[in-house]
C-alpha cells in the first residue's frame, strides 16, 4: 500500500450507531483498504485505501453485503428513480396493510371478526407477512451469515414463533411494529443530523471570480488561491481571504456564533461561509472548500463520531451481550410455562435498539447545535470528560488578557506634565515594532496628542531605545537602560501590582515612568464565578510571566497561580493533576500553549477562528474571544450527560417491565411489537432538547 488516497463514499440506510459499525466492519475487510471510518451524522464512510487494488465497485458491493447501499456519485438521491419509488410503494402496502391489520386483530379480540380472519388462507397470510418484512428479514439473514446479531434478529424470531403455532395475524402485526420501529430510529437519527446538515448547507456552492478584468461565477471547486473574489452586499463570502478592495459589514456568526456583525476593510482576513451586508468587497483568496476555517470546522463535527464517549462504548458491550440474555430468557419461558405466545412476546419486546440510539442522538444533536454556535466539540468522549471535570488550568495571555498592552498611569518626575511625557515618549517610539511601543502611540492617540519624527534612532535589544526629539536626546526602557530608575520607590510599588515599567528620560535626567498592563478581558471574573458553580473544585493560573504580573492577577481573580513558566513546566503540572484522579481541563490561545492543550484530558482553545493549530490542537474550540463560552460549554455537557444517563434508564426500566410481563404472559406479542416502538420515541423526544440548547 504505497500510493493510499483517503476517499469519502456516501453510504445510505444508516440509521443507528450499530448500522455504522456493520458498515466499517464490511469495507474493512475489502484487500487494499488501510483504514476506514463511518459517520452516522453525514452518512459517509472515510476510507484510506490502495487506489490500485480497489475500486468503487468493490466498496459498493461489501456495504450492499452488509445491507445498505452507495448511491452514484452523481446523483444525490438514496436510490435510482425507480428504486425509490419501488420503495416508497412497498412500505405505503406494508403500512396500510399492517394499519388495517391491527384494526381487525383489535376486533378479533373483542370477537367481532373471527369469520373474516378464517377465511383468509394460513398461506396467504405468510405470504403478506413475509412481503412485508422481508427488507428486514434480509438484512437480519445477511448479518447472521457473517456471525453478527443484530437489533431486529430478536423480534425475527419472534414473528417465526408466531407462524410456527399458526398466528399470522399475530405475526404480520409485529412485522408491521417492526417497520414503524425502523423509520422510528430513522426518523430519531435524521433529527440529529439536522443541525449538522444545517451547518454543512451554510456552505456556499459558488464565487463570483476576477479573471483578465471580468467577472465569472464559477462552483467553489474551480477557485485557486491567490484569486480575487467579488462579493456583493447580501452574499455569502465563498473563500477564506484577506480583504484587498472596498468595505462592508459581515455576519460571522456562521464561524464564531457571535450575532453581531462585524465591520471589515481593506487588510482585514474574512471568512467562508460568512455574509457581508452593507458594501462589497474584494477578496484576495487564501483557502478555499475543506481547507477553509469552515470546511474544517464541518469536517471536525463530522468526525466528532470517533472519538466515543465511555458510556456509549458502555451501551456497545450492553447490546452485545444483552441479545444473548434474551434469547436464553424466551428459552426459559418456553421450557417452564409451555407457552409459544408468552416466548415470542419475550423476543418481540426485547429490542435493544433504543440502548444502541441513547447514547449517540443526544451526543450528535448536542455537538451539532454547539457548533452553530461557535462552539466546537471533537467528540462525545470530551462531553462526558467535561461534564466530569473538576480543575482548570488557565493561560494568561491571550487568554484571560486581551494580550494588548495598554499604558494605564504616567507618572510625571521633576515637573513635566504627563501630556508631554507621553507625546515624547510616542514620538521616540513612533517607528518601533515592540508591543510596548504600540501601546504608547495608542495611548497618545487616544488623547489627540502631536508626534514628533524621531532623529537618530537606536534600539537597544532587551533595554529599550533612543533617539532625538525635538533637539534633546529621549531615552526609553527598562531598569537596565536607565540605571537612575533603580532607586524609585514607586517603581517596585508599580511592579508588585503586575505592570511593566518605562522609564523615560530627557537629556539623561530621569523625567517620568509609563506603566503598561495587559488588560483582563471584562467577562473573566464572572465567567470563572459560574464556573465554580458548576463544580470546578481548583482552578490555577499559568503563566510565563514573572511572580507580581503572576500574583496581582490571582489575586484579582481569586485563583492560584504558578509563574515563571515554559511549555514543558505546564505540561508536567497537568501531568500531575492527572496523576491524582483529577479530570483536568486546560484553557489556552491554542499557539504557545498547544503541548498543554493536547496533554489535558479536555483542552480548549480560546479564539481559535482562523488559526490552524489551535483547531488541531484543542479537544474543544471557542470560535471567539468570549469567557461566557466556557460555563456554557461545560453547561452542555453536563445537560447533554443528564440526557444521556436520562435515555439509559429509561430503556432500562422499560425493557425490564417489558421483559417481565411478556415473560408471565401478561403482554401478548401483538402489544409487545407496539411496545417496543416507544422507547425510541421517547429517546427522540428527550434528545431532541438538545438541538435548543439553552444559553
Sequence with gaps: MAHLQTVEVPVRGMDCDECTQHVQQAIARVPGVASVNVFLSSEKAVIRLDAALVELSTVRKAVESAGYSVPDSAALPATTPLGNFTQRI???????????????????????????????????????????????????????????????????????????????????????????????????????????????????????????????????????????????????????????????????????????????????????????????????????????????????????????????????????????????????????????????AVLVVACSCSVALATPIAMLASIGAAAKRGLLIKGGKYLELLARADVLLLDKTGTLTLGQPRIVDIIPLNGLPAAEILSLAASAERYSEHPLAAAVRTAASGQNLALSDPQNFEAVPGMGMRANVNGSLITIGNRRMIPAAASLPLAAELEGQGKTLLFLARGGELAGVLAAADTLRPEVPAALAEVRALGIRYIELLTGDNEPTAAALAQELGVRYRANLLPEDKIAIVKQYQAQGHIVVMIGDGVNDAPALAQAHVGIAMGAAGADIAIEAAHVALMREDWTLVPEVLRIARRTMGVVKMNLAFTAVYNLLGLTLAAFGFLPPIFAAAAQSLPDLGILANSARLLRQRR
Design 90 to 344: 412497498v412500505t405505503l402496502l406494508a403500512v396500510v396493510f399492517g394499519a388495517v391489520l391491527f384494526i381487525v386483530v383489535i376486533g378479533e379480540w373483542f370477537g367481532l371478526f373471527e369469520r373474516l380472519t378464517e377465511r383468509v388462507p394460513y398461506l396467504v397470510g405468510l405470504a403478506l407477512v413475509v412481503a412485508s418484512g422481508w427488507p428486514i428479514f434480509l438484512n437480519v439473514m445477511r448479518a447472521a451469515l457473517k456471525r453478527q446479531i443484530t437489533s431486529h434478529a430478536l423480534m425475527s424470531l419472534g414473528v417465526i414463533a408466531a407462524l410456527a403455532v399458526g398466528q399470522w395475524t399475530t405475526a404480520a402485526v409485529v412485522v408491521f411494529f417492526m417497520r414503524v420501529g425502523a423509520y422510528t430510529e430513522t426518523f430519531a437519527t435524521e433529527g440529529a443530523r439536522r443541525a449538522v446538515k444545517d451547518l454543512t448547507a451554510m456552505a456556499p456552492q459558488t464565487a463570483r471570480i476576477e479573471r483578465d478584468g471580468t467577472e465569472h461565477e464559477v462552483p467553489i471547486a474551480e477557485v485557486a488561491v491567490g484569486e480575487t473574489v467579488i462579493v456583493r452586499p447580501g452574499e455569502k463570502i465563498p473563500v477564506d481571504g484577506e480583504v484587498i478592495g472596498g468595505q462592508a459589514t459581515v455576519d460571522q456568526s456562521a464561524i464564531t456564533g457571535e450575532s453581531m456583525p462585524v465591520e471589515v476593510v481593506s487588510g482585514s482576513q474574512v471568512f467562508a461561509a460568512t455574509m457581508a451586508h452593507l458594501g462589497s468587497l474584494r477578496v484576495r483568496t487564501t483557502r478555499t472548500g475543506a481547507d477553509t476555517t469552515f470546511g474544517r470546522v464541518v469536517k471536525m463535527v463530522e468526525e466528532a463520531e470517533t472519538h466515543r464517549a465511555d458510556v456509549q462504548r458502555f451501551a456497545d458491550k450492553f447490546s452485545a451481550y444483552y441479545l444473548p440474555v434474551v434469547a436464553g430468557l424466551a428459552a426459559l419461558t418456553f421450557l417452564i410455562r409451555q407457552d409459544p405466545l408468552a416466548t415470542a
